[in-house]
């Protein structure tokens, strides 16, 4: 499965942004998809994740209410909806594919896209 990142940009502190998140290959509503984030020198961390099952999706606390995950199995894509978005999440975003259940950790994903920035501006 190859991931392909896309939708980040520069918006200001209490704007939004649509991440989205393609996938090439087959199966793609048989994987959980998540999405974390990474500022530089700084631990990869969860944002948010999607169920293959029955969608049901988990956040990090941070993103709570401000952030929405959701899939299109028909267009091999995931999205996350950033709404009030604030100065501290201006950070590279990267979606991910599991083949296990959605889940907050990193090591349960076996594949990443490149990456997506989105910067913030105060």
């Known amino acids: 499965v190859q991931l392909q990142a896309s939708g980040g940009g520069l918006v200001q502190t209490g704007g939004s942004l649509r991440l989205s998140c393609t996938a090439s290959g087959r199966s793609f509503s048989s994987y959980a998809m998540g999405w974390f984030r990474q500022a530089p020198g700084k631990e990869r961390e969860f944002v948010a994740a999607i169920s293959w099952k029955d969608d049901s999706a988990y956040y990090a606390d941070s993103v709570k209410g401000r952030f929405t995950i959701s899939r299109d199995n028909a267009k091999n894509t995931v999205y996350l909806q950033t709404n009030s978005l604030l100065p501290e999440d201006t950070v590279t975003y990267y979606c991910?594919?599991?083949?296990?259940?959605?889940?907050?950790?990193?090591?349960?994903?076996?594949?990443w896209g490149q990456g997506t920035q989105v910067t913030v501006s105060s």
């Open positions: 991910a594919a599991s083949v296990l259940a959605a889940t907050p950790r990193k090591s349960d994903y076996r594949y």
